[in-house]
């Protein structure tokens, strides 16, 4: 073993390690033969304001994969990331859910929805990220203004003023910003403080035991003053009951997406939706 033969020594037989990259270079040749054969799709889950209209939907990827049938983030992205193959993806889903947001702004039915867009830190980072969003909002004639980007806190580990600066350029070109599972990861109220935010987006793990958990309510009503406190607005995620949604409506929450409106939909069952919900 490798611990054996000195702190300093590498193993290269080690099995174990053998079967992790194995499974590391299947997973990469896997994701890049979905990218090839457009395997990915977007579903919509819709965002509703404090009187239950639909404002707009968070896009969602899914994998359809050939063998495995439709796989959730939680079982490629992380890869994606590693392998830095999040590039072509994400940038897949910027022009697919702008495409969609062009088109959704072109109906008079459809006209007032936002889009919400969820952005990994390496995609971020990446030097053409700025290029690449006003590229896509350029060419498919999607309004920068109903376009919100999610942004984890895990962002801000490095580089902050370089993330600031390509925040500010996209804000003035009419970008929104929301700050995603807010209170998972590594806030700083210095940092909060100076990002050209709009939302914060509180963590379904508050939600959850929101009406159990003292201290989740506590921690919830906390988000909800700061947010206040620095005309920031909330969203909350994974609402699925109204006794949820009630806690928050009365402590002043601005928005809400989870299974209690809905779950996340295909883009034709999204327009079913809103049309009932539209008409009701
Ligand atoms: P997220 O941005 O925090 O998205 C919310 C997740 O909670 C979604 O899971 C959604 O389906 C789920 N959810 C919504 N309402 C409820 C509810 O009422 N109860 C419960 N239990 N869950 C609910 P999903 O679709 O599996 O996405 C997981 C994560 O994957 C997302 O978390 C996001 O971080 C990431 N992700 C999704 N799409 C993209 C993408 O296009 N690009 C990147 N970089 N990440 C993405
Ligand atoms: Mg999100
Ligand atoms: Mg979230
Ligand atoms: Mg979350």
């Given at each position: ?5 000195g ?13 992790v990259?194995?499974?590391?270079v ?21 965002q ?10 968070e896009a ?5 994969h050939?063998?495995r ?14 392998s830095?193959?999040?590039?072509p993806?994400?940038?897949?889903v ?6 969609q947001l062009s ?6 039915e ?20 700025v290029d ?6 350029d060419h ?11 942004l984890?806190?895990?962002l ?20 929104g ?17 100076r ?5 914060l ?13 003292p201290?989740?309510?506590t921690i919830?009503r ?6 206040k406190?620095m005309?920031l ?13 009630s ?11 989870g299974?209690?409106?809905?779950r996340?939909?295909?883009f ?13």
């Amino acid at each position: 073993q490798a611990k054996a033969s000195g702190r300093n020594a590498m193993c290269f037989f080690d099995p174990d390690m053998q079967e992790v990259v194995n499974v590391r270079v299947v997973l990469e040749s896997d994701l890049r033969r979905g990218l090839e054969k457009k395997e990915f799709l977007l579903h919509y889950q819709p965002q509703v304001d404090g009187n239950g209209r639909v404002t707009g939907a968070e896009a969602l990827v899914r994998w359809q994969h050939s063998r495995r049938g439709l796989l959730p983030p939680a079982e490629f992205i992380p890869h994606a990331e590693e392998s830095g193959l999040i590039y072509p993806l994400g940038h897949w889903v910027l022009e697919t859910a702008c495409s969609q947001l062009s088109a959704w702004s072109a109906r008079p039915e459809t006209a007032r929805l936002n889009m919400a867009i969820n952005v990994s830190p390496r995609q971020f980072r990446h030097p053409d990220f700025v290029d690449q969003v006003l590229s896509a909002l350029d060419h498919t004639g999607a309004d920068p203004q109903k376009l919100k980007l999610e942004l984890t806190e895990n962002l801000l580990v490095h580089n902050v003023e370089d993330i600031i600066a390509k925040m500010a350029t996209l804000k003035t070109r009419g970008v929104g910003f929301a700050l995603d599972d807010f209170g998972t990861g590594y806030s700083s109220l210095y940092y909060l403080k100076r990002l050209p935010l709009g939302w914060l987006k509180i963590d379904q793990s508050f939600i959850r035991e929101l009406l159990t958990d003292p201290h989740d309510a506590t921690i919830v009503r906390a988000i909800l003053v700061l947010a206040k406190s620095m005309g920031l607005s909330v969203i909350a995620e994974g609402v699925e009951t109204n006794a949820q949604k009630s806690f928050l409506a009365q402590h002043g929450c601005d928005a809400y997406q989870g299974y209690l409106f809905s779950r996340p939909l295909t883009f034709e069952q999204f327009e079913v939706f809103y049309s009932r919900k539209d008409t009701a």
